[in-house]
């Protein structure tokens, strides 16, 4: 499968490596995604580990590691998944809801087809981005010392703060500007310290300005209560939606590398290392023929 990341990577020369080339997941990998010791990792690993697996082409980049995908950005990882996640399961999304209104809280069931979630692409490309803070986030400042150059957050950045983001999010968002900000008017050394000195208003700004440079994949679906009636929007989580959808379906995995190891004496090796769908045809013609064989009785 093909597609063009809303945002891209930007190597040293200034090339924007956007167009990604990308498989669905064998049964090996949907087993090692939704195995126990997925649990234990950090989302964002598993993000790393799943692109990794999942990319082979990035652009001109043709060894897609751990390194490649983290250096990604988030918006570019969360559409990647959800091509994968598209290419091994499909385009629709079927799961449930719950009716965010209190005197409902009902389960209302949702569906949509990835293909249809909007995606914004980013104008510029970066990867440096810059912009004057207004007067009043930084008093009694020039324009020369209230310009700020930053980077937009990565996977990499995910993992490094995915500890700390459950602990304190706070935290979180001061180490996440820490790392992201490379300068703040002659300052070019960035760290928590300097961050924690900004104003509020001023980190406020910063953080509207990474907001609009960065793509962007919208993951809030819109439905309607069937219970009460009233429409309402909730988030989409990919990563929690498709490690779930892959736990779920793990029973379901060791049935069909039993059924087909049954019937056609293949090793289990070779059947988890079929994708789900071809996994799914050669199901399929085996249901057609013992039905056909059954008849015949
Ligand atoms: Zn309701």
Known sequence: MLCVLPGGLVDEAGTVHDEVELRGLSGREEELLAGDGGAETCAAALVTALLSRCVRRIGGIRQVDADVTRRLLVADRQFVLLKVREATFGERVQGSVPCPWPDCGRRVAVSFSTSDVPVRAARDKGPVHTGVLSADAMPGAGDADRTVAFRLPTGADQEALSGLLEENEAAALTGLLARCLLRVGPDASVDEERVARLSPLARLEIERRMEEAAPRVDL???????HCGRAFSAPFDPQGFFFGELRATADLLRRE???????????????????????GRYIAVLADEIERSNECV
């Open 220 to 226: 809030l679906m819109e439905a309607e209560c069937a």
């Open 257 to 279: 590398v039993h059924y087909l190891a049954y019937h056609y004496h293949w090793s289990e090796r070779e059947i988890m290392e079929m994708p789900r769908a071809r996994r």
